[in-house]
């Protein structure tokens, strides 16, 4: 598809079917996510993906509080690894590794649009939870989930 025509097409979807994309879609976003820009290309970001029916998965959905979720077959979880970034020094704490996750989310989600799967960018959640929730190491600060699916 041209950018121009995925641009377009973009839109948040927060309704789903029971359809699971090929594990081999999915590689194709992970691609993209890792195909994006990164401050010093130190690719402080970490990108996870998360299945339906995981225990991940339903540990994250009651962090999450957004019900909707739940119908989706697939999470990527964007990280900004701040010990990736470390030379960087405060700049790179607070800025160049969320800005490093959030630009693979973007790729991940432009990508999605090109293959015909519907997303929805997710932010709004207790960043504690989520880390709790994964059994994230410290250095990795949750930043965002990218909902991914097929459009009901
Ligand atoms: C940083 C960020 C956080 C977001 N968080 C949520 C969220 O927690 N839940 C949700 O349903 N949508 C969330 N969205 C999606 C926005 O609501 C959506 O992008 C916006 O309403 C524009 O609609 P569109 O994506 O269809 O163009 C978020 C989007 C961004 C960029």
Redesign the pocket.
């Given at each position: 598809m041209d950018l121009d025509m995925i641009i377009e097409k973009?839109?948040?979807?927060?309704s789903y079917t029971s359809f699971v994309p090929s594990d081999r879609d999915i590689e194709k976003l992970v691609v993209a996510a890792g195909a994006a820009p990164s401050a010093g290309n130190l690719k402080a970001r970490k990108t996870f993906v998360i299945r339906s029916r995981s225990k991940k998965m339903q540990d994250i959905i009651e962090v999450?509080h957004?019900e909707?979720v739940s119908e989706a077959p697939f999470l990527l979880l964007f990280c900004a690894d701040t010990k990736a970034i470390e030379k960087y020094g405060d700049r790179g704490r607070d800025l160049y590794c969320i800005q490093d996750a959030?630009i693979a989310a973007t790729f991940a989600m432009l990508r999605a649009t090109d293959i015909g799967l519907a997303t929805?960018?997710?932010?709004?959640?207790d960043e504690e939870g989520i880390s709790k929730a994964f059994g994230l190491p410290s250095h990795l600060r949750p930043v965002?989930i990218l909902v991914v699916g097929y459009e009901k």
């Open positions: 973009r839109r948040s979807v927060r999450l957004q909707w959030s929805c960018w997710v932010g709004a959640f965002s």
